[in-house]
């Protein structure tokens, strides 16, 4: 509703909004790099590839690496532990975006660097939801794979502490 | 403009496909990137390589907010400037003209990529083009709307539906002949003439076939030119031009914006008339019909007289879309990219069974929006 | 890359703002870029017959429009004439500027606009920039724009959880203080000192360390802002703003850089390259005022250091004397900053209009009162990315 003027008298305008959700399906390609990611996944295991010019690892592994900007195409495996080195406790309740629904808070994305991975690379997923309390930067984690695993992202649940 | 000129160093194509399903968009411009460096040696070096990057991309298309920001890596972007252009691709060549000339720098990387196959229907992206009130509820995407042109075109120009059918069969003829093009395989007269309505009167084979791609293109100012390339490719001239929105506020058939791009165009690359001194034309006909009525807008034949511009053989005395064109399948946000790509091979006389001998000038267009509202048009000269 | 010599100078003769506010359903997407495009036109005193071309930006995936500025043409006038379209995130609205600038130092157009809009009621903002995230993966974990709480925890680490959420209130405070006196900010809350540790304490969580009263707004509005040539500039305007030079840094996608070696922020990389090729050695002591792109007070105070080059707990120091308020040694977001107000499309082209204001002494009641001759602005977005622009008043570098 807003308030109008109109030749001296004052009259309530009702606006009209439309209301409209547009959906598009999207396939989207995983190409080799990150097809063979989540191959390893699979296998329960966490595939970086490692830049031939500076040695970065690269997790999840991408076709390039960014600084050097040369094709990566080595692959090595690294974790499945690793340290947490900063922690994101969410309470904010946003809404999962492939799902639409709401998640559950609080909820935590901790940042590992996997054994194995080179220093400037960490690697972003979740944190078990009772483990959010007790966990401190330092800790070390490890991964909880889904029952059967199918080559897919969420075949890993999350991480815990590594007790 | 001695000593002041944009040149084209380097151009890589990704092949047109209709479903890159084995290859992320990642992919496709790292393909394109290591083709420029390995044409030219460019580095990303501070002091003598790439500084600027200009990105193009949609991210409608890409489903993906800030769609460049997905692929800062492969587009070389680490601690660069990028700036993405978010209209069909040829505007990105417009823009890094400006960069160079701006003196800001004396290099760009354009970088372009599009994935029709990834969404689940172009029509339902470009629907999304149309005002939330009106456009939409009346159910409009851009081939609705281009049929609505190309039933205006046709009457007003006699075009029929066999010279569209020609058109394609030209455009195969030539597709055929170019490895990055998508449909490449040879159709008649009465296959296109019978193929299923799309949207009256636009059929099957008269629209482009849903594609994938991407294209780089290395761009320096006059001086370095010769550090990268012993055949540059000068940009002569480049406009653009906007229309109205709401199609009952244009003619559709009037090409008013396209005529203002070509005319700004023409002047800035100091042609008077482009019958006589452009040698090509590549131009955007993602639909057959667009072929004549764009070739009416740049000034090659008389408002009207597309059907006798057919008749004369028009697009060949012209070497129009010796790539195939558009109708051979370019994603559409970067098929303007495509028709500078192929225009720049022309002129440097690396088109293999497409060259036309001698070309020095030729002629890239783009269009963006439903039914050309927004027309781009690119002059390049050797 | 060796310096090239700017091929013509650039100026800017007229910006307009809508108020920013999240109530704007009176008015649909042309209408709001109408509004700013009208009062940029008016405040350079021209009509539209005058604009070359336009330069028009926003980030689509809110509103979920597809080329927007095709349908936006009714509002910015670009029927008849040339424009260009160029979207980089939240940075977008300092690209246009970047983009406006390069146009017409080109010599190709001699009066350019540029128009940067968002109209975020119109879609959800979270998941908008949670679409940012490779759907691969990142997207089941990422959740919007809240990134700010390592900055936070960093800033604990370094000087103490007490003195950093202190600074942050006090940071957060002072930023709605100069909003106050900004007609056109969205939220302007009317916060005062004394309510800091009532806030610290009470305003709710959004991620670790950042709070909700932290963070910046959702808002709607347009920022519409008119470049000229040098010449053109001099003759239809009497006080252009000159803008003397910008840099934009990307970087790859920043999901991973919490190792134990951590990149250099995009921000101290453009600020150490554009001040090192102006032969600014100072930066407090060279601008007048900051126009930042603060998207919540963790990351403006944080990034004050990075700007200013400064070292150890210099930044902290100045906020705790008071040097960043509005009469102080480098006034802050005298605007408000984008904690007030965050159209997101036009956010970093007001940051760039705020500075332009501010140098023509034309600010209002949120002038700094000193002559500003010198003025930064910043644009922020993407995967921490950074522009940094330059505004002079006289034309002597």
């Given at each position: 509703?807003?308030?109008?003027?109109?030749?001296?008298?004052?009259?309530?305008?009702?606006?009209?909004?439309?209301?409209?959700?547009?959906?598009?399906?999207?396939?989207?390609?995983?190409?080799?790099?990150?097809?063979?990611?989540?191959?390893?996944?699979?296998?329960?295991?966490?595939?970086?590839?490692?830049?031939?010019?500076?040695?970065?690892?690269?997790?999840?592994?991408?076709?390039?690496?960014?600084?050097?900007?040369?094709?990566?195409?080595?692959?090595?495996?690294?974790?499945?532990?690793?340290?947490?080195?900063?922690?994101?406790?969410?309470?904010?309740?946003?809404?999962?975006p492939?799902?639409?629904?709401?998640?559950?808070?609080?909820?935590?994305?901790?940042?590992?660097?996997?054994?194995?991975a080179?220093?400037?690379?960490?690697?972003?997923?979740r944190?078990?939801?009772?483990?959010?309390?007790?966990?401190?930067?330092?800790?070390?984690?490890?991964?909880?794979?889904?029952?059967?695993?199918?080559?897919?992202?969420?075949?890993?649940?999350?991480?815990?502490?590594?007790? | 403009?001695?000593?002041?000129?944009?040149?084209?160093?380097?151009?890589?194509?990704?092949?047109?496909?209709?479903d890159?399903?084995?290859?992320?968009?990642?992919?496709?411009?790292?393909?394109?990137?290591?083709?420029?460096?390995?044409?030219?040696?460019v580095?990303?070096?501070?002091?003598?390589?790439?500084?600027?990057?200009?990105?193009?991309?949609?991210?409608?298309?890409?489903?993906?907010?800030?769609?460049?920001?997905?692929?800062?890596?492969?587009?070389?972007?680490?601690?660069?400037?990028?700036?993405?252009?978010?209209q069909?691709?040829?505007?990105?060549?417009?823009?890094?003209?400006?960069?160079?000339l701006?003196g800001?720098?004396?290099?760009?990387?354009?970088?372009?990529?599009?994935?029709?196959?990834?969404?689940?229907?172009?029509?339902?992206?470009?629907?999304?083009?149309?005002?939330?009130?009106?456009?939409?509820p009346v159910?409009?995407?851009?081939?609705?709307?281009?049929?609505?042109?190309?039933?205006?075109?046709?009457?007003?120009?006699?075009?029929?539906?066999?010279?569209?059918?020609?058109v394609?069969?030209?455009?195969?003829?030539?597709?055929?002949?170019?490895?990055?093009?998508?449909?490449?395989?040879?159709?008649?007269?009465?296959?296109?003439?019978?193929?299923?309505?799309?949207?009256?009167?636009?059929?099957?084979?008269?629209?482009?076939?849903?594609?994938?791609?991407?294209?780089?293109?290395?761009?320096?100012?006059?001086?370095?030119?010769?550090?990268?390339t012993?055949?540059?490719?000068?940009?002569?001239?480049?406009?653009?031009?906007?229309?109205?929105?709401?199609?009952?506020?244009?003619?559709?058939?009037?090409?008013?914006?396209?005529?203002?791009?070509?005319?700004?165009?023409?002047?800035?690359?100091?042609?008077k008339?482009?019958?006589?001194?452009?040698?090509?034309?590549?131009?955007?006909?993602?639909y057959?019909?667009?072929?004549?009525?764009?070739?009416?807008?740049?000034?090659?034949?008389?408002?009207?007289?597309?059907?006798?511009?057919?008749?004369?053989?028009?697009?060949?005395?012209?070497?129009?879309?010796?790539?195939?064109?558009m109708?051979?399948?370019?994603?559409?946000?970067?098929?303007?990219?495509?028709?500078?790509?192929?225009?720049?091979?022309?002129?440097?006389?690396?088109?293999?069974?497409?060259?036309?001998?001698g070309?020095?000038?030729?002629?890239?267009?783009?269009?963006?929006?439903?039914?050309?509202?927004?027309?781009?048009?690119?002059?390049?000269?050797? | 890359?060796?310096r090239?010599?700017?091929?013509?100078?650039?100026?800017?003769?007229g910006?307009?703002?809508?108020?920013?506010?999240?109530?704007?359903?009176?008015?649909?997407?042309?209408?709001?870029?109408h509004?700013?495009?009208?009062?940029?036109?008016?405040?350079?005193?021209?009509g539209?017959e005058?604009i070359?071309?336009?330069?028009?930006?926003n980030?689509?995936?809110?509103?979920?429009?597809?080329?927007?500025?095709?349908?936006?043409?009714?509002?910015?006038?670009?029927?008849?004439?040339?424009?260009?379209?160029?979207?980089?995130?939240?940075?977008?609205?300092?690209?246009?500027?970047?983009?406006?600038?390069?146009?017409?130092?080109?010599?190709?157009?001699?009066?350019?606009?540029?128009?940067?809009?968002?109209?975020?009621?119109?879609?959800?903002?979270?998941?908008?920039?949670?679409?940012?995230?490779?759907?691969?993966?990142?997207?089941?974990?990422q959740?919007?724009?809240?990134?700010?709480?390592?900055?936070?925890?960093?800033?604990?680490?370094e000087?103490?959880?007490?003195?950093?959420?202190?600074?942050?209130?006090?940071?957060?405070?002072?930023?709605?203080?100069?909003?106050?006196?900004?007609?056109?900010?969205?939220?302007?809350?009317?916060l005062?000192?004394?309510?800091?540790?009532?806030?610290?304490?009470?305003?709710?969580?959004?991620?670790?360390?950042?709070?909700?009263?932290?963070?910046?707004?959702q808002?709607?509005?347009?920022?519409?802002?008119?470049?000229?040539?040098?010449?053109?500039?001099?003759?239809?305007?009497?006080?252009?703003?000159?803008?003397?030079?910008?840099?934009?840094?990307?970087?790859?996608?920043?999901?991973?850089?919490?190792?134990?070696?951590?990149?250099?922020?995009?921000?101290?990389?453009?600020?150490?390259?554009?001040?090192?090729?102006?032969?600014?050695?100072?930066?407090?002591?060279?601008?007048?005022?900051?126009?930042?792109?603060d998207?919540?007070?963790?990351?403006?105070?944080?990034?004050?250091?990075?700007?200013?080059?400064?070292?150890?707990?210099?930044?902290?120091?100045l906020?705790?004397?008071?040097?960043?308020?509005?009469?102080?040694?480098?006034?802050?977001?005298?605007?408000?900053?984008?904690?007030?107000?965050?159209?997101?499309?036009?956010?970093?082209?007001?940051?760039?209009a705020?500075?332009?204001?501010?140098?023509?002494?034309?600010?209002?009641?949120?002038?700094?009162?000193?002559?500003?001759?010198?003025?930064?602005?910043?644009?922020?977005?993407?995967?921490?990315?950074?522009?940094?622009?330059?505004?002079?008043?006289?034309?002597?570098?």
């Amino acid at each position: 509703m807003t308030v109008v003027q109109r030749k001296g008298v004052t009259e309530t305008e009702e606006l009209i909004s439309l209301r409209c959700v547009n959906t598009i399906y999207q396939r989207f390609a995983t190409g080799p790099v990150m097809g063979r990611w989540f191959s390893g996944f699979r296998e329960r295991r966490f595939l970086a590839n490692r830049c031939p010019r500076c040695g970065r690892t690269q997790i999840p592994p991408r076709e390039i690496c960014a600084q050097c900007r040369v094709r990566v195409e080595e692959f090595v495996e690294v974790g499945p532990k690793g340290e947490i080195c900063e922690i994101d406790v969410y309470y904010y309740a946003s809404p999962d975006p492939l799902t639409g629904k709401v998640r559950e808070t609080p909820y935590a994305t901790i940042y590992i660097l996997l054994d194995g991975a080179t220093a400037q690379e960490t690697f972003a997923h979740r944190l078990r939801r009772e483990d959010i309390d007790e966990a401190r930067k330092g800790d070390r984690v490890r991964p909880v794979w889904a029952e059967e695993t199918q080559g897919r992202f969420k075949d890993l649940l999350y991480f815990e502490l590594d007790r | 403009m001695a000593g002041k000129r944009v040149a084209i160093c380097a151009v890589a194509q990704h092949r047109n496909v209709s479903d890159l399903w084995y290859k992320r968009i990642q992919g496709m411009l790292l393909d394109c990137l290591e083709e420029i460096q390995a044409q030219t040696g460019v580095t990303f070096d501070e002091d003598t390589g790439i500084n600027t990057i200009v990105s193009c991309s949609d991210d409608v298309f890409d489903a993906r907010t800030i769609s460049d920001a997905g692929v800062g890596d492969a587009l070389g972007a680490q601690y660069k400037c990028e700036e993405k252009m978010a209209q069909e691709g040829l505007n990105s060549l417009g823009y890094a003209m400006s960069v160079i000339l701006s003196g800001h720098d004396d290099l760009v990387l354009v970088l372009g990529h599009c994935k029709e196959s990834q969404p689940e229907s172009r029509n339902i992206c470009t629907h999304l083009g149309f005002d939330p009130f009106y456009g939409r509820p009346v159910g409009l995407d851009y081939l609705n709307v281009s049929a609505l042109q190309a039933r205006a075109y046709m009457e007003r120009a006699q075009v029929t539906e066999e010279h569209l059918a020609r058109v394609v069969v030209r455009s195969r003829h030539w597709a055929g002949k170019n490895p990055y093009a998508n449909a490449r395989e040879m159709v008649e007269v009465g296959q296109v003439m019978a193929s299923p309505r799309l949207c009256d009167p636009i059929r099957t084979l008269h629209a482009y076939p849903v594609s994938d791609g991407a294209v780089a293109m290395l761009l320096s100012s006059e001086a370095r030119a010769g550090e990268f390339t012993d055949r540059p490719v000068w940009i002569a001239g480049f406009a653009n031009c906007m229309d109205s929105y709401f199609l009952g506020d244009r003619d559709l058939t009037s090409n008013f914006s396209l005529k203002n791009a070509a005319r700004w165009a023409y002047e800035e690359a100091g042609i008077k008339d482009p019958t006589e001194e452009i040698h090509l034309v590549e131009l955007m006909d993602a639909y057959a019909y667009q072929q004549p009525m764009w070739m009416e807008g740049l000034g090659f034949c008389r408002d009207g007289a597309g059907a006798r511009f057919l008749d004369e053989d028009g697009p060949d005395r012209f070497h129009v879309n010796r790539s195939g064109g558009m109708l051979a399948g370019n994603p559409l946000m970067i098929a303007g990219l495509y028709r500078a790509a192929e225009a720049v091979m022309q002129l440097r006389g690396e088109a293999g069974e497409r060259q036309v001998p001698g070309a020095r000038k030729a002629l890239a267009h783009s269009t963006t929006g439903p039914a050309g509202q927004f027309h781009s048009v690119l002059i390049l000269e050797t | 890359m060796k310096r090239q010599k700017k091929n013509r100078h650039v100026g800017i003769i007229g910006v307009g703002q809508t108020a920013f506010s999240s109530h704007k359903e009176h008015q649909n997407q042309p209408e709001m870029v109408h509004e700013a495009v009208r009062a940029a036109l008016e405040d350079a005193s021209l009509g539209i017959e005058k604009i070359d071309c336009v330069v028009h930006g926003n980030m689509e995936l809110f509103e979920m429009q597809f080329q927007p500025d095709l349908w936006h043409s009714l509002g910015t006038g670009a029927r008849g004439k040339q424009q260009y379209r160029i979207t980089t995130g939240g940075t977008t609205g300092a690209t246009l500027v970047c983009a406006a600038d390069n146009l017409v130092a080109s010599g190709r157009y001699d009066t350019v606009m540029a128009i940067g809009m968002e109209k975020l009621q119109e879609g959800h903002t979270t998941g908008g920039i949670t679409n940012m995230a490779c759907p691969l993966w990142h997207r089941n974990l990422q959740t919007g724009a809240l990134g700010s709480n390592t900055a936070a925890t960093a800033m604990i680490e370094e000087f103490g959880a007490d003195r950093a959420r202190r600074a942050s209130m006090h940071y957060r405070i002072m930023m709605d203080k100069h909003a106050m006196l900004n007609p056109k900010a969205h939220r302007r809350l009317g916060l005062e000192y004394e309510q800091a540790e009532h806030l610290m304490g009470t305003s709710p969580v959004l991620v670790g360390e950042l709070r909700l009263i932290h963070n910046c707004s959702q808002s709607d509005g347009a920022c519409a802002i008119i470049f000229a040539s040098e010449e053109k500039a001099r003759s239809m305007s009497d006080r252009p703003v000159w803008v003397r030079d910008h840099i934009s840094v990307h970087r790859e996608e920043a999901y991973n850089i919490f190792g134990k070696v951590r990149p250099e922020s995009t921000m101290r990389y453009a600020a150490r390259r554009i001040f090192e090729r102006n032969g600014i050695k100072k930066p407090l002591e060279y601008f007048d005022i900051f126009e930042m792109y603060d998207p919540s007070s963790w990351w403006g105070l944080d990034w004050l250091r990075e700007f200013l080059l400064l070292e150890g707990d210099e930044h902290f120091r100045l906020l705790e004397a008071g040097e960043f308020d509005l009469d102080g040694k480098l006034p802050l977001n005298p605007s408000g900053g984008v904690i007030a107000s965050n159209p997101i499309g036009a956010t970093a082209a007001t940051r760039v209009a705020e500075a332009a204001l501010q140098v023509r002494g034309d600010a209002g009641e949120h002038q700094v009162k000193k002559e500003v001759k010198h003025a930064l602005a910043s644009g922020f977005g993407g995967t921490r990315w950074t522009v940094l622009i330059m505004l002079e008043k006289d034309l002597d570098w």
